[in-house]
């Protein structure tokens, strides 16, 4: 079955507090991405990552890093959240990043609040 | 730069009723564009995707959206909506050259369905 996960689903956070996102997915693919959602913005990129160790920055890379380590999982920290890091975080993965077509396949989101 | 506009937030429809979604596209060159959907706290999935070929692209839940060169369009339509359909509906472009596979996202379309 093809499944891109996210862990939390759900996350409170105090200014200042570190933050990580965990994203799987079992389908081997080389390519993953995170994005945020903001209303009325649509999805913004903030790291793309092509295979592990290899990561570029998305449209919006600051106040965030990644991490590849192995090819299924890839996470995102937040070292040190502020408060205009509230947002709904999603993973996605495709098969080839290199393809104008590839599809990419999302995961279901982490609702991150930072107060 | 390549970028998307849905210049609808919101479209409301009768069930039954056929429905178009707009989206323009700014990309220089042939695009690759696609149509993901967002039910209600959930991830993205893809509808349709288009690639140089037939304008009309065919979709699931019998969506289907045409591709106009010269309009810079691609909107995305369905002759009967279901209630089913109650979602929000983005446009994305791919990216090229240094964002290749990258895709770009319009602000979203909330779709409504009345009874």
């Known amino acids: 079955d093809m499944k891109v996960t996210q862990m939390p689903r759900y996350l409170i956070k105090r200014m200042g507090e570190n933050v990580l996102l965990e994203c799987g997915q079992d389908?081997?693919?080389?390519?993953m991405y995170w994005y945020r959602q903001d209303p009325g913005l649509g999805l913004q990129l903030i790291y793309i990552?092509?295979?592990?160790?290899?990561?570029s920055e998305g449209d919006i890379p600051k106040g965030y890093r990644v991490s590849r380590k192995k090819r299924e999982h890839f996470s995102l920290i937040l070292d040190s959240a502020k408060t205009n890091q509230t947002s709904v975080y999603f993973c996605?993965?495709?098969?080839?990043?290199?393809?104008?077509?590839?599809?990419?396949?999302f995961g279901p989101g982490t609702r991150l609040t930072v107060l | 730069a390549q970028s998307v506009t849905q210049p609808d937030a919101r479209v409301t429809v009768s069930e039954g009723a056929s429905l178009q979604l707009r989206c323009k596209y700014s990309?220089?060159?042939?695009?690759?564009l696609f149509w993901y959907v967002q039910y209600p706290r959930q991830g993205l999935q893809l509808l349709l995707k288009?690639?140089?070929?037939?304008?009309v692209v065919q979709g699931v839940n019998g969506f289907e959206a045409e591709f106009s060169k010269s309009n810079s369009s691609f909107h995305l339509r369905k002759a009967s909506v279901h209630w089913s359909d109650w979602a929000v509906y983005f446009c994305?472009?791919?990216?090229?050259?240094?964002?290749?596979?990258?895709?770009?996202f319009g602000a979203g379309t909330q779709l409504i369905v009345i009874p």
């Open positions: 996605a993965s495709s098969l080839s990043g290199g393809a104008y077509y590839a599809e990419q396949f």
């Open positions: 994305a472009v791919s990216g090229g050259g240094s964002a290749l596979g990258r895709l770009h």
């Open positions: 990552s092509y295979d592990v160790d290899s990561n």
């Open positions: 389908m081997s693919h080389e390519t």
């Open positions: 990309y220089f060159g042939t695009p690759y």
């Open positions: 288009y690639y140089p070929g037939d304008p």
